[in-house]
Protein backbone atom coordinates (compact mmCIF):
# COMPACT_ATOMS: atom_id res chain seq x y z
CA UNK A 1 0.00 0.00 0.00
CA UNK A 2 0.79 3.99 -0.11
CA UNK A 3 2.35 3.95 -3.75
CA UNK A 4 3.10 6.92 -4.99
CA UNK A 5 3.80 7.35 -8.88
CA UNK A 6 5.61 9.91 -10.97
CA UNK A 7 5.46 10.51 -14.47
CA UNK A 8 7.95 11.10 -16.71
CA UNK A 9 10.61 9.22 -14.53
CA UNK A 10 13.43 11.06 -16.57
CA UNK A 11 13.14 13.82 -19.61
CA UNK A 12 15.27 16.18 -21.30
CA UNK A 13 13.95 19.63 -22.80
CA UNK A 14 15.63 22.37 -24.51
CA UNK A 15 15.82 25.83 -23.00
CA UNK A 16 13.22 28.21 -22.84
CA UNK A 17 10.12 25.05 -23.07
CA UNK A 18 8.16 24.04 -20.32
CA UNK A 19 7.82 20.69 -18.47
CA UNK A 20 5.17 18.88 -16.83
CA UNK A 21 5.77 16.26 -14.54
CA UNK A 22 2.89 14.08 -12.47
CA UNK A 23 2.48 12.72 -9.54
CA UNK A 24 -0.20 10.38 -8.07
CA UNK A 25 -1.15 8.35 -5.48
CA UNK A 26 -2.34 4.58 -6.80
CA UNK A 27 -3.81 2.86 -3.79
CA UNK A 28 -4.63 6.27 -1.04
CA UNK A 29 -6.07 9.74 -1.71
CA UNK A 30 -4.33 12.50 -0.42
CA UNK A 31 -5.22 15.92 0.46
CA UNK A 32 -1.55 17.13 0.48
CA UNK A 33 1.17 16.71 -1.67
CA UNK A 34 4.64 18.02 -1.81
CA UNK A 35 7.15 18.71 -3.88
CA UNK A 36 10.90 18.59 -3.24
CA UNK A 37 14.40 19.06 -5.40
CA UNK A 38 17.51 17.43 -4.32
CA UNK A 39 20.85 17.94 -5.97
CA UNK A 40 23.52 15.27 -6.30
CA UNK A 41 24.48 13.94 -2.89
CA UNK A 42 22.67 16.69 -1.13
CA UNK A 43 19.54 16.62 1.04
CA UNK A 44 15.80 16.87 -0.43
CA UNK A 45 14.71 20.30 -0.38
CA UNK A 46 10.94 21.37 -0.01
CA UNK A 47 9.82 23.30 -2.74
CA UNK A 48 5.81 24.01 -2.34
CA UNK A 49 3.04 21.85 -0.38
CA UNK A 50 0.18 21.19 -2.30
CA UNK A 51 -3.69 21.16 -0.75
CA UNK A 52 -6.19 19.61 -3.28
CA UNK A 53 -8.17 22.39 -4.55
CA UNK A 54 -6.92 25.13 -3.25
CA UNK A 55 -3.27 27.36 -4.32
CA UNK A 56 -0.07 25.83 -3.08
CA UNK A 57 2.22 27.21 -0.60
CA UNK A 58 5.59 27.74 -1.81
CA UNK A 59 9.02 28.02 0.50
CA UNK A 60 10.86 30.57 0.80
CA UNK A 61 13.13 32.14 -2.01
CA UNK A 62 10.81 29.24 -4.84
CA UNK A 63 9.75 30.92 -7.53
CA UNK A 64 5.95 30.54 -7.99
CA UNK A 65 5.51 31.74 -11.62
CA UNK A 66 8.08 29.56 -12.79
CA UNK A 67 7.24 26.39 -10.75
CA UNK A 68 3.45 26.07 -11.10
CA UNK A 69 1.57 23.44 -9.39
CA UNK A 70 -2.09 22.45 -9.22
CA UNK A 71 -3.36 19.98 -7.33
CA UNK A 72 -6.61 18.98 -9.47
CA UNK A 73 -7.92 15.81 -7.62
CA UNK A 74 -6.84 13.92 -4.32
CA UNK A 75 -4.91 11.38 -6.36
CA UNK A 76 -2.97 13.98 -8.85
CA UNK A 77 -0.62 16.95 -8.62
CA UNK A 78 1.59 18.14 -11.53
CA UNK A 79 4.53 20.42 -11.48
CA UNK A 80 5.32 22.63 -14.48
CA UNK A 81 8.64 23.73 -14.99
CA UNK A 82 7.82 26.75 -17.47
CA UNK A 83 10.75 28.49 -19.69
CA UNK A 84 13.38 25.68 -18.10
CA UNK A 85 17.05 27.06 -18.25
CA UNK A 86 19.94 24.18 -17.02
CA UNK A 87 20.07 25.54 -13.81
CA UNK A 88 16.54 24.07 -13.46
CA UNK A 89 17.95 20.71 -14.33
CA UNK A 90 17.85 17.91 -10.95
CA UNK A 91 15.97 15.30 -9.26
CA UNK A 92 12.25 16.61 -8.70
CA UNK A 93 10.38 14.09 -5.96
CA UNK A 94 6.94 14.30 -4.99
CA UNK A 95 5.22 13.15 -1.82
CA UNK A 96 2.19 12.49 -0.47
CA UNK A 97 0.33 11.87 2.72
CA UNK A 98 -2.42 9.27 2.91
CA UNK A 99 -6.32 10.98 4.76
CA UNK A 100 -8.49 13.56 3.89
CA UNK A 101 -7.18 15.27 7.49
CA UNK A 102 -3.64 16.40 8.19
CA UNK A 103 -1.61 12.98 9.43
CA UNK A 104 2.31 12.41 9.52
CA UNK A 105 3.53 10.22 7.29
CA UNK A 106 4.71 11.11 3.53
CA UNK A 107 4.96 8.22 0.84
CA UNK A 108 7.74 9.49 -1.83
CA UNK A 109 7.53 9.15 -5.87
CA UNK A 110 10.00 7.16 -8.00
CA UNK A 111 11.00 11.22 -8.77
CA UNK A 112 11.74 12.79 -12.04
CA UNK A 113 15.03 12.81 -13.25
CA UNK A 114 15.04 16.92 -15.51
CA UNK A 115 18.01 18.12 -17.85
CA UNK A 116 17.63 21.43 -19.94
CA UNK A 117 19.98 21.54 -22.19
CA UNK B 1 20.21 27.54 11.11
CA UNK B 2 19.80 23.59 10.80
CA UNK B 3 17.06 22.72 12.93
CA UNK B 4 17.65 18.70 12.45
CA UNK B 5 21.33 17.75 12.77
CA UNK B 6 22.55 14.21 11.21
CA UNK B 7 25.32 12.07 11.68
CA UNK B 8 27.76 11.18 10.64
CA UNK B 9 27.70 12.01 7.01
CA UNK B 10 29.50 8.99 5.86
CA UNK B 11 29.88 5.27 7.70
CA UNK B 12 31.13 2.28 6.33
CA UNK B 13 30.25 -1.32 8.34
CA UNK B 14 30.79 -4.50 8.40
CA UNK B 15 28.48 -7.47 6.90
CA UNK B 16 26.29 -8.39 10.30
CA UNK B 17 27.65 -5.27 12.42
CA UNK B 18 25.29 -2.11 13.85
CA UNK B 19 24.90 1.15 11.75
CA UNK B 20 24.17 4.10 14.06
CA UNK B 21 23.01 6.91 12.36
CA UNK B 22 22.16 10.13 14.96
CA UNK B 23 19.82 13.08 14.85
CA UNK B 24 19.89 15.71 17.20
CA UNK B 25 17.05 18.47 16.80
CA UNK B 26 16.16 22.04 18.45
CA UNK B 27 12.36 22.89 18.33
CA UNK B 28 10.66 20.73 21.26
CA UNK B 29 7.24 21.50 19.30
CA UNK B 30 8.46 18.42 16.99
CA UNK B 31 5.98 15.41 17.69
CA UNK B 32 7.03 12.75 14.18
CA UNK B 33 10.27 11.77 13.81
CA UNK B 34 11.01 9.29 11.06
CA UNK B 35 13.73 7.78 8.77
CA UNK B 36 13.79 7.49 5.07
CA UNK B 37 16.06 5.25 3.03
CA UNK B 38 17.12 6.48 -0.14
CA UNK B 39 18.96 4.44 -3.03
CA UNK B 40 20.56 6.29 -5.88
CA UNK B 41 17.98 7.62 -8.41
CA UNK B 42 15.23 6.74 -6.44
CA UNK B 43 12.82 8.44 -3.99
CA UNK B 44 13.29 7.76 -0.52
CA UNK B 45 11.12 4.75 1.23
CA UNK B 46 9.88 5.78 4.75
CA UNK B 47 11.58 3.36 6.72
CA UNK B 48 10.00 3.42 10.53
CA UNK B 49 8.91 6.56 12.58
CA UNK B 50 8.55 7.18 16.24
CA UNK B 51 6.28 9.67 18.05
CA UNK B 52 7.82 11.62 21.44
CA UNK B 53 5.75 9.63 23.96
CA UNK B 54 8.01 6.43 23.20
CA UNK B 55 11.40 5.96 24.07
CA UNK B 56 11.70 3.10 21.51
CA UNK B 57 10.53 1.76 18.16
CA UNK B 58 11.63 -1.88 16.37
CA UNK B 59 10.22 -2.96 13.29
CA UNK B 60 12.47 -5.92 11.97
CA UNK B 61 16.48 -5.21 12.04
CA UNK B 62 15.41 -1.21 12.85
CA UNK B 63 15.14 0.32 15.73
CA UNK B 64 14.67 3.80 16.52
CA UNK B 65 15.87 5.08 20.13
CA UNK B 66 14.36 8.07 20.93
CA UNK B 67 15.89 10.46 23.79
CA UNK B 68 13.35 13.40 24.69
CA UNK B 69 15.37 15.27 27.19
CA UNK B 70 18.44 15.35 25.04
CA UNK B 71 16.13 15.81 21.74
CA UNK B 72 18.31 13.03 20.16
CA UNK B 73 17.02 10.33 18.56
CA UNK B 74 18.83 7.67 16.20
CA UNK B 75 18.11 5.08 14.23
CA UNK B 76 20.26 1.44 14.81
CA UNK B 77 20.50 -1.50 11.42
CA UNK B 78 21.21 -4.30 13.18
CA UNK B 79 22.97 -6.65 11.20
CA UNK B 80 23.36 -5.00 8.66
CA UNK B 81 23.74 -6.30 4.93
CA UNK B 82 25.10 -5.01 2.23
CA UNK B 83 21.88 -4.40 0.39
CA UNK B 84 21.04 -1.70 3.06
CA UNK B 85 24.00 0.51 1.79
CA UNK B 86 22.03 3.64 0.83
CA UNK B 87 21.68 7.05 1.77
CA UNK B 88 19.78 7.34 5.21
CA UNK B 89 17.66 10.37 6.41
CA UNK B 90 15.97 11.47 9.37
CA UNK B 91 13.28 14.13 9.51
CA UNK B 92 11.08 15.91 12.24
CA UNK B 93 7.68 17.41 11.44
CA UNK B 94 6.87 20.78 12.52
CA UNK B 95 4.29 21.76 14.44
CA UNK B 96 2.25 23.18 12.21
CA UNK B 97 -1.48 22.06 12.26
CA UNK B 98 -3.49 19.99 9.50
CA UNK B 99 -2.30 19.81 6.43
CA UNK B 100 0.20 22.71 6.35
CA UNK B 101 1.89 19.99 8.68
CA UNK B 102 5.69 19.78 6.99
CA UNK B 103 9.15 17.68 7.37
CA UNK B 104 12.54 19.06 8.23
CA UNK B 105 15.12 17.24 6.86
CA UNK B 106 18.41 16.14 8.14
CA UNK B 107 21.14 16.34 5.76
CA UNK B 108 21.53 12.44 4.85
CA UNK B 109 24.41 9.88 6.15
CA UNK B 110 25.93 7.43 3.28
CA UNK B 111 25.84 4.00 4.21
CA UNK B 112 28.11 1.40 2.71
CA UNK B 113 27.75 -2.23 4.09
CA UNK B 114 31.25 -3.86 3.09
CA UNK B 115 30.80 -7.85 2.38
Known amino acids: GAVVSQHPSWVICKSGTSVKIECRSLDFQATTMFWYRQFPKQSLMLMAT?????????EQGVEKDKFLINHASLTLSTLTVTSAHPEDSSFYIC?????????????FGPGTRLTVT | QQQVKQSPQSLIVQKGGISIINCAYENTAFDYFPWYQQFPGKGPALLIA???DVSEKKEGRFTISFNKSAKQFSLHIMDSQPGDSATYFC??????????????WGLGTSLAVNP
Open chain 1, 50 to 58: SNEGSKATY
Open chain 1, 95 to 107: SARPGLAGGYEQY
Open chain 2, 50 to 52: IRP
Open chain 2, 91 to 104: AASSPHAGNNRKLI
